[in-house]
């Protein structure tokens, strides 16, 4: 189990990585790294082209991009993110 720090009186959970998570289809993940590594400034992709690119759940794909935006590479206009 990965290491747990919390503040004291706090609930918390163990903290997860993409390493601690079981990984049910490698080749997707790969595509994924490649696609968004492939978008430039300014390039604007949506679940859908992203699903289609990598073949992930639509659900993994909004988690992924919703994480790049609160991580400000991407800003999100609606359906579409947009590569800073």
């Known amino acids: 189990m990965n290491n747990v720090q919390c503040k004291r009186n706090t609930t918390c959970a163990p903290r997860l990585t993409m390493t601690s998570l079981p990984v049910r ?3 997707s993940w790969a595509r994924l790294e490649h696609y968004l590594s492939s978008l430039r400034p300014g ?9 289609g690119a990598t073949a992930l759940a ?27």
């Open 25 to 27: 289809n490698p080749e």
């Open 43 to 51: 390039d604007v992709t949506t679940v859908a082209e992203t699903m």
């Open 58 to 84: 639509s659900e993994t794909v909004a988690m992924v991009l919703d994480a790049l935006s609160r991580a400000e590479l991407f800003d999100r206009k609606d359906q579409h993110y947009i590569r800073r």
